[in-house]
């Protein structure tokens, strides 16, 4: 490999003093890499493109929900020491094992999730999980979107029982507070911009910050700055032009900076370039995420319980298809396709009470009406197939028990697309739209790394000294993913990427040879 020059154009390059391991990011995952380098004996420098007001990448946005496996209750109150044995007596935990995890990660990828990344993350969950609480993050129940009471007893389902506490800013708070307590550095508004490889070793990274071009002297870097999911030419090449009309849920800074920088020193793309995680979002959201509005507040996730028609007045998925859980990521793309890139999301006054929290707040947008006709009259679709669908939709829901907080299969039958599940009427007044279109959350096409994060290159070898770790990771991803399984991610391949990275530079091993 040839070393690469940054040209400054005449602006002067200042030399900053040396570092051990560098992390280019400042979210879950590049924090956890940061903590765990420290752990590692390492001097850790932070770069956050953003400035401090837009610190914690996307990670500052996430609902917190966690996928990770356990065997029972007992893991679980390991993980929330808080939980009272009273608390306990009215609590089921169906386990959600290791095999499950996996079981559902193959599945709602087809299969093509890389095996060895796939059991990386699913067998370091748990510990993962534990090390997090032992760095300082606080843990809840994730009651509210996970359970159910019935008879006393709250209910969880869906293998996704645990989420931060505060959600992602209250997980970003717990770890920057655990990154200053360590003497972490953090530089703010630092865009990294170019890897300094010299004799096939990555020794160096140049920084852009403050107007200066600042060299970085580094034997370690570890690659934490997200996808190219910002960035609408990267998007519009890889994922086809109708993602240019994408709305960013998170962060603005995740514009495939470092996956850029990664290739150029010869890494290796992998994974599903033409693939992200996206969702059904308020049609009225940001266009960028929102840092004084953070939470995920605009999602709109009740939509197995309703019908979504577009435009036309046409169906275009089975909404019932499976749980919320291991279909929201892929049926953004869905809306997408769909004219004007909008559809409306449609309940009764039978379903509108179930409807999930984001569903009240004062950000969400609606129409209601009395009928549905004066529902139609009031959107821009076509009204009379607007109407036909949900007829021909109310003929086809077949007899059965509905029961929202599991699979009932009570669908309909000779309509197409199906509705698996949860078809109800729609025939109780009043009526409401919700009109959504498509947010992107991160890309699935990124780097291929091995299961300790060192990148590698398009022989499949190591480039010394670069790992990575998040959403940069390339292979895990394919269409679709579970629920609460990319922050897990992040997480373990964080601090796998940052331990693997201290010890690097502090034995002068080649990874090669050792791992």
Known sequence: MKSHHYLTGGVKMMKAEKYDVVVVGAGNAALCAAISAKEGGARVLVLERGPVEKRGGNSFFTDGAIRVAYNDLNAIKNIIPDLTEKQSESIVMPAYTESDYYGDLMRVTGGRSNPELALQLVSKSYETVVWMRDQGIKFELNEENQSFLQDGKRIFWGGLPIKTEDKGVGLMRRLFARTEEMGIDVWYGARAVELVLERDAITGIVVEKDHEVVKVETSGVVLACGGFEANKEMRSENMGDEWEA????????????????????????????????????????????DFTKPGDIFKK???????????????????????????????????????????????????????????????????????????????????????????????????????????????????????????????????????????????????????????????????????????????????????????????????????????????????????
């Open 246 to 289: 994408a709305i960013v849920r998170g962060t603005e800074f995740n514009t495939g900076d470092g996956i850029s920088m990664a290739l150029a020193v010869g890494a290796q793309k992998f994974g599903q370039w033409s693939g992200c995680h996206s969702i059904g979002t308020d049609y009225n959201a940001p266009k960028v995420g």
């Open 301 to 515: 996730h009740s939509y197995p319980y309703s019908i979504m028609l577009n435009n036309e007045g046409k169906r275009f998925v089975d909404e019932g298809a499976d749980l919320r859980n291991y279909t929201y990521a892929k049926y953004g793309r869905e809306v997408l396709k769909q004219p004007g890139y909008v559809a409306y999301q449609i309940y009764d006054a039978q379903v509108r009470p179930m409807l999930r929290k984001e569903y009240d707040l004062e950000e969400a947008t609606y129409y209601t009406a009395d009928t549905l006709a004066e529902l139609a009259g009031s959107l821009p679709v076509n009204q009379k197939q607007f109407l036909k669908t949900i007829e021909d939709y109310n003929n086809a829901v077949q007899d059965g028990e509905y029961r929202p907080a599991e699979k009932d299969g009570k669908g309909t039958k000779g309509i197409t697309p199906p509705k698996s599940n949860w078809a109800l009427r729609i025939e109780q007044g009043p009526f409401y739209a919700f009109p959504v279109t498509c947010g992107i959350t991160f890309s699935f096409g990124g780097l291929q790394v091995d299961a300790t994060g060192h990148v590698l290159d398009k022989e499949e070898q190591p480039i010394r000294g670069l790992f990575a770790a998040g959403e940069m990771i390339g292979g895990i991803f394919y269409e679709n993913y579970p629920g609460g399984s990319g922050l897990m991610s992040g997480a373990v391949f964080g601090k796998l990427a940052g331990s693997s990275a201290a010890h690097y530079t502090k034995e002068k091993v080649d990874p090669i040879k050792h791992y």
